[in-house]
């Protein structure tokens, strides 16, 4: 059921709308990628967080009309042409980063540059210049998917990872930590084999640079966990007094957002990267990792990188952010 298009005729069943209430659009946009990016049913993300179903989407429809802008204001976007500068930007960024989407578009001209323009802006003015891709093919929807879940604050829970890749004809290993809430990569190290010291190693650092986390979600790997007693793993987990959590197929906490970053880096970088030595590619990683954490729009995190959230500035910046686009109002033509 798609909330943009049915949900008036839904919540016209003896429902009042919520016309007392006011949300923030920080709120408003995590309801909607729920919908839009986490294909959970209206009626669990009613139940679940308490918001009408009307609400639901109204905001759904603002959001695909305006993006983000329009759950902030009342503004439609008709009638006013795209400047020429932002046209030029749109087209600049695509042919300078082929890979990014009309939302990492949308989402870059923002946090960077202080443009405003909607996804199906972007889309449009690609389309105009004959740089638009072929959008992908809808995914069927299954209501009995896992509910989405996500730590609140930064450093309640890690989610790690190995991740196994070509490089130079031999087998490489990237093993990984994700911070739950922001997507911040708290540790990424290069290595020619996955022993558990290598993954333990890596936590180390990166728990000696950040603090440990309260719980650490793993895979059922053998680096991580064994059937019968304690793996060294495990045994560190208990040292720092973490609660460690085993993923399960087909339950809500699965690794999801490690998963997605291997995605990332895989399509962003290293399936286009040359290395000139297995020490080159560790170094050129490292940087690439800094990037992502500082410069990169995050779409699972409304386009804030994961730095912003992971040392808690988003509020800060979402402000200042909002107040260099007021210099140029909204467009969607």
Same mark, same amino acid.
């Given at each position: 059921?798609?909330?943009?298009?049915?949900?008036?005729?839904?919540?016209?069943?003896?429902?009042?709308?919520?016309?007392?209430?006011?949300?923030?659009?920080?709120?408003? =946009?995590?309801?909607?990628?729920?919908? !839009?990016?986490?294909?959970?049913?209206?009626?669990?993300?009613?139940?679940? *967080?308490?918001? *009408?179903?009307? $609400?639901?989407? /109204?905001?759904? %429809?603002?959001?695909?009309?305006?993006?983000?802008?329009?759950?902030? $204001?009342?503004? +439609?976007?008709?009638?006013?042409? =795209?400047?020429?500068?932002?046209?030029?930007?749109?087209?600049? !960024?695509?042919?300078?980063?082929? &890979?990014?989407?009309?939302?990492?578009?949308?989402?870059?001209?923002?946090?960077?540059?202080? !443009?405003?323009?909607?996804?199906?802006?972007?889309?449009?003015? &690609?389309?105009?210049?004959? !740089?638009?891709?072929? @959008? @992908?093919?809808?995914?069927?929807?299954?209501?009995? /998917?896992?509910?989405?879940?996500?730590?609140?604050?930064?450093?309640?829970?890690?989610?790690?990872?190995?991740?196994?890749?070509?490089?130079?004809?031999?087998?490489?290993?990237?093993?990984?930590?994700?911070?739950?809430?922001?997507?911040?990569?708290?540790?990424?190290?290069?290595?020619? $084999?996955?022993?558990?010291?290598?993954?333990?190693?890596?936590? %180390?650092?990166?728990?000696?640079?950040?603090?440990?986390?309260?719980?650490?979600?793993?895979?059922?790997?053998?680096?991580?966990?064994?059937?019968?007693?304690? +793996?060294?793993?495990?045994?560190?987990?208990?040292?720092? %007094?973490?609660?460690?959590?085993?993923?399960?197929?087909?339950?809500?906490?699965?690794?999801?957002?490690?998963? %997605?970053?291997?995605?990332?880096?895989?399509?962003?970088?290293? $399936?286009?990267?040359?290395?000139?030595?297995?020490?080159?590619?560790?170094?050129?990683?490292?940087?690439?990792?800094?990037?992502?954490?500082?410069?990169?729009?995050?779409?699972?995190?409304?386009? =804030? *990188?994961?730095?912003? /959230?992971?040392?808690? #500035?988003? +509020?800060?910046?979402?402000?200042? #952010?909002?107040?260099?686009?007021?210099? &140029?109002?909204?467009?969607?033509?």
């Amino acid at each position: 059921m798609d909330p943009g298009n049915s949900i008036q005729k839904n919540g016209s069943k003896g429902k009042i709308p919520e016309r007392n209430r006011r949300y923030g659009p920080d709120f408003k =946009l995590q309801i909607v990628k729920k919908y !839009l990016e986490e294909s959970i049913p209206v009626s669990v993300i009613h139940e679940e *967080c308490g918001v *009408c179903e009307e $609400s639901i989407g /109204r905001w759904v %429809r603002a959001y695909r009309r305006d993006g983000e802008a329009g759950l902030t $204001s009342s503004y +439609s976007g008709k009638g006013r042409s =795209l400047p020429a500068p932002v046209k030029q930007k749109i087209i600049e !960024l695509k042919k300078t980063n082929p &890979l990014f989407g009309i939302k990492r578009i949308s989402q870059l001209l923002k946090r960077a540059f202080f !443009l405003s323009a909607s996804p199906e802006t972007v889309r449009k003015t &690609l389309h105009s210049a004959s !740089l638009a891709t072929a @959008p @992908p093919k809808k995914r069927q929807k299954n209501i009995t /998917r896992p509910r989405f879940f996500e730590r609140s604050t930064p450093n309640q829970l890690w989610q790690t990872d190995i991740f196994t890749f070509r490089l130079g004809g031999h087998y490489a290993y990237l093993i990984g930590y994700i911070d739950d809430y922001s997507r911040y990569m708290t540790g990424l190290e290069l290595f020619r $084999s996955q022993t558990a010291q290598n993954v333990i190693e890596v936590y %180390r650092r990166a728990a000696a640079e950040y603090n440990p986390p309260k719980e650490m979600l793993t895979d059922n790997g053998r680096q991580y966990t064994r059937w019968h007693g304690n +793996s060294r793993f495990e045994a560190e987990m208990k040292k720092d %007094r973490i609660h460690h959590i085993k993923s399960q197929p087909h339950h809500p906490m699965t690794l999801g957002k490690i998963e %997605r970053f291997w995605k990332t880096i895989y399509f962003e970088f290293l $399936s286009r990267a040359q290395f000139a030595s297995f020490e080159d590619a560790v170094e050129r990683i490292r940087q690439w990792v800094k990037y992502y954490n500082h410069k990169r729009p995050h779409q699972g995190i409304g386009g =804030l *990188c994961p730095a912003d /959230r992971y040392f808690e #500035i988003q +509020s800060e910046l979402r402000k200042i #952010i909002e107040q260099g686009i007021q210099v &140029l109002p909204p467009v969607n033509d």
